[in-house]
Nanobody, 126 residues
Framework: VQLQASGGGVVQPGESLKLTCVGS????????IGWFRQVPGQEREGISC????????FYADFVKGRFVMSKDVRANTVSLQMYNLKPEDTATYYC????????????????????WGRGTLVTVSS
């Protein structure tokens, strides 16, 4: 299983950015998948996830109304469109997936995700 996230960069507050995660070695339609972020010295936190059972996409409160996750099953790709970025969104963003059933998948619990890609850095600064 491999994941490759891209799309990070430096933007000003209020601007938008789209992250993309391309997966291989697994079938997206059968896996839980999500986006996470981490600031140095802080714990990794879940942003947006969907379990292998499908259903509603989970969004952390701090991104609701600003971030939108979507997936392209044919391309085995998941994206995170980020709007109205704030300085506190500055972090390294990761995508992760897991083929097992774990109750924490739908709630974006990082310990419940087994496979992680390299992160992509997002910096929001004026």
């Amino acid at each position: 299983v491999q994941l490759q996230a891209s799309g990070g960069g430096v933007v000003q507050p209020g601007e938008s950015l789209k992250l993309t995660c391309v997966g291989s070695g697994f079938t997206l339609d059968f896996n839980a998948i999500g986006w996470f972020r981490q600031v140095p010295g802080q714990e990794r936190e879940g942003i947006s996830c969907i379990s292998s059972a499908g259903g509603r996409i989970f969004y952390a409160d701090f991104v609701k109304g600003r971030f939108v996750m979507s997936k392209d099953v044919r391309a085995n790709t998941v994206s995170l469109q980020m709007y109205n970025l704030k300085p506190e969104d500055t972090a390294t963003y990761y995508c992760a997936t897991d083929e097992r059933f774990r109750p924490g998948h739908a709630q974006c619990s990082p310990p419940d995700y087994e496979h992680w890609g390299r992160g992509t850095l997002v910096t929001v600064s004026s």
